[in-house]
Nanobody, 122 residues
Framework: QVQLVESGGGLVQAGGSLRLSCSASGSTFSSAAVGWFRQAPGKKREFVTA????????WFANSVKGRFTISRDNAKNAVYLQMNSLKPEDTAVYYCAADPSTSIDSDDYNYWGQGTQVTVSS
């Protein structure tokens, strides 16, 4: 069992940066892949980025490639999403999710946080 809590969201101007954190409880976190997904009002939840259990492999959606980075610290049971050069279209609720298998499909993730709002003003 893994419980996830996101933090770090907020309001930022276009071009700015935010760092989201996903803190986990549960002994199996270090063996779980973690993904970040986002959902804007009226839109479907979409994949943003994911990282393998050991942090050796990462995946990014084309829309965030080169602007976002993902990292993890298994000693702290945490995953971080650094978001730079933010755009208004990045506005959404951001969720972290965990699962033993790595996937970019939200349906494959069994554990989810409650989400954190990111708003980028133009």
């Amino acid at each position: 069992q893994v419980q996830l809590v996101e933090s770090g969201g907020g309001l930022v101007q276009a071009g700015g940066s935010l760092r989201l954190s996903c803190s986990a409880s549960g002994s199996t976190f270090s063996s779980a892949a973690v993904g970040w997904f986002r959902q804007a009002p009226g839109k479907k939840r979409e994949f943003v980025t994911a990282i393998s259990s050991r942090g050796t492999t990462t995946w990014f959606a084309n829309s965030v490639k080169g602007r976002f980075t993902i990292s993890r610290d298994n000693a702290k049971n945490a995953v971080y999403l650094q978001m730079n050069s933010l755009k208004p279209e990045d506005t959404a609720v951001y969720y972290c999710a965990a699962d033993p298998s790595t996937s970019i499909d939200s349906d494959d993730y069994n554990y989810w946080g409650q989400g954190t709002q990111v708003t980028v003003s133009s």
